[in-house]
């Protein structure tokens, strides 16, 4: 019993990493009906970018999640008005040739600067845990879960409540009527997936403090994304939370009861008993 509520909690903390990686692939897909293919890649180029900061300038990799999401930000909102802002709804099948082309350039890239080695970003108290009766939970792992749930809290609450937030809600839910209010699409659309790439890069700093990073993470993190997209649903950031933490547990579990090798068999098991059952995710609208 001791043994199944320890996982319990690392399936949660994990989940909780997992639904901030998959809230910028839900926001860019939900708004600007592009299923980001790069996605993964943005997520490993943050953590490059925290890691860099780590290393080279001293800064706490906490500390410099603000800055890493400023970094990715900036590339997502040139990518877009340079090259994105061309295929936005566009046929499905010209974004997802695109993103992948950028996935590939991006990858390729990160090998030249920084090689294929594994790279980790551990701090003083990497090695620190707290202890709460028979469950052990690592200091980084729980700080990695708070800023995660914050950011998707609090992107959540942008949505709502925020001028920006609720025209970006707005526009996706028409376009049309959104232009006659006086929404500027592509300055919108850019600001959109800046805002999911930031995203992205703030989870790669945090992926970076649990595991190791290299160059071809970033395709794997992928389909790990869509898929917690797809079992929460992309109506709104919430069912993200709930997909990745749903998701967090199922695979720790799994690795419990039968075998870490069959974690990602049961994640993408479990993608395909929602898509039949519940087409729009667990917390979507049902029509």
Known sequence: MDLLVQ?????????????????????VWGVLNIVNLAHGAFIMLGGYVSWFLFIYMGIDPFLGLPITAVVMFTLGYALQRGILNLIVRAPMFNTLLITFGLEVVLTYLAQLVFSADFRAINPSYAGNSLTLGFVTIPVVRLAAFVVALALTVGMWLFLLHTRLGRAIRATAQNLVAARLYGVEP????????????ALAGA??????TVSQINPYIGAPLTAKCF???IIGGLENPLGVIVGGLFLGIIESLTALYIGPTFSDVASFGILVLVLIIRPSGLLGRTT
């Open 227 to 229: 898929a917690i997209a």
């Open 7 to 27: 996982i319990l909690v690392n399936g949660i903390l994990l989940g909780g990493l997992y639904a901030v990686m998959a809230l910028g692939l839900a926001l």
């Open 203 to 208: 989870a790669g700093g945090l992926y970076g």
């Open 186 to 197: 592509r300055h919108l659309y850019a600001m959109t997936f800046g805002l999911g790439i």
